[in-house]
């Protein structure tokens, strides 16, 4: 089924959601953009309106999941900086199964199209970030277009964070689409979707079966926000299983560099640290075991360097477990 741009979102909500909540709304229930109450808390969740249509068949980072489990390790550079794209890229690939490029919204940056160019020519086995605050329908499909003909992995479909105050204060945020429509979009065009949400923030009840609803969207691989515990995220996944969704899940463990000081809070379910030397020898994270528990015995600030650290995915649940699931990063965008 394809999306309609037009659609009206709901009364209320600044991103224009029609298959809201984002993952942004606050403890309190506030929404990310106002003061007032997000307004998708009260009523019955949306249901996408038609079936899920017949997903291409599982390559790359999916295919290999199938079988054991894998490494997805967010690739973060500075803006604007293609060699960083380059130099990070020979760092992190050798050592992950597939690399994630973000989308950040405090910050602008070259289009995702030519961050992916740059970052496959490296050698990335690669999934592409697509936020739909600062695109229409057009420009969207016009990276998806672009992004299909380069051969990415996948596209991780996210409505987007709210720019925070002073980012670009004269500039709209467009929100066209939410990113369940644009999950829709991208598997019209054939490519492998992924899609996030976010188990602790409320409504805390809806969100599992939200999962099935975006992947009757199109959605093949879910990825979540860091949750309180492993347990947390077995019973969110099988939540998500009750409501429906088959799809395979990712659960986020934060990865830092040991040369800087450990920022992994405790509420984060695990937490291992990378090494990289002065020589520039790459980080060697352990593939396929839950990670260590944090050895700080309280949570430290932590600037890492963006050529040395990433979110380092983790195998997720453990053998016995409901469903086979992989790793994510620290912060996804606002679903």
């Known amino acids: 089924m394809e999306p309609e741009s037009s659609a009206a979102g709901r009364l209320g909500c600044p991103k224009r959601m029609v298959f809201g909540p984002c993952g942004g709304v606050r403890e309190d229930e506030r929404c990310e953009l106002a003061e007032h109450r997000c307004v998708f808390l009260d009523a019955p ?19 290999r999941a199938a079988e054991a489990p894998v490494v997805l390790t967010d690739l973060s550079v500075p803006a604007f900086d293609t060699a960083a794209v380059r130099r990070v890229v020979g760092v992190l690939g050798p050592v992950s199964d597939g690399l994630l490029l973000g989308e950040h919204a405090n910050r602008p940056d070259f289009p995702p199209t030519m961050l992916a160019a740059e970052a496959l020519a490296a050698g990335a086995r690669l999934w592409t970030t697509l936020a739909c605050r600062d695109r229409n329908r057009v420009v969207l499909e016009q990276e998806l277009a672009g992004l299909a003909a380069l051969g990415v992995d996948g596209v991780l479909c996210v409505t987007g964070d709210g720019r925070g105050p002073g980012v670009r204060p004269g500039a709209s945020q467009v929100f066209d689409l939410d990113g369940v429509r644009l999950a829709a979009l991208a ?32 959605a093949q691989l879910c990825v979540l926000n860091h949750v309180s515990s492993p347990a947390r995220v077995a019973s969110f996944v099988a939540a998500a299983r009750d409501a429906g969704a088959t799809l395979p899940f990712v659960a986020g ?24 030397s002065s020589s520039g020898s790459s980080p060697r994270p352990t593939r396929g075991r839950p990670a260590s ?12 360097s963006p050529a040395s650290s990433g979110s380092t995915c983790r195998a997720w649940p453990p053998t016995g477990a409901r469903t086979t699931a992989h790793g994510s990063r620290p912060r996804w965008p606002s679903d």
Not at 253 to 262: G, M, N, R, V
């Open 45 to 63: 969740l949306v249901r996408w309106p038609g079936a899920a249509p017949d997903p291409p068949v599982r390559s790359g980072l999916l295919a």
């Open 187 to 218: 598997a019209g065009r054939g490519l492998q979707v992924a899609v996030p949400e976010s188990p602790e923030a409320p409504p805390r009840a809806l969100r599992p079966a939200r999962v099935a609803e975006k992947q009757r969207a199109g």
């Open 293 to 304: 528990p944090p050895r700080s015995r309280r949570p430290e600030r932590c600037s890492p």
């Open 253 to 276: 463990s934060p990865s830092t560099p040991t040369s800087a000081p450990p920022a992994c809070c405790s509420a984060f379910p695990a937490c291992t640290s990378t090494t990289t």
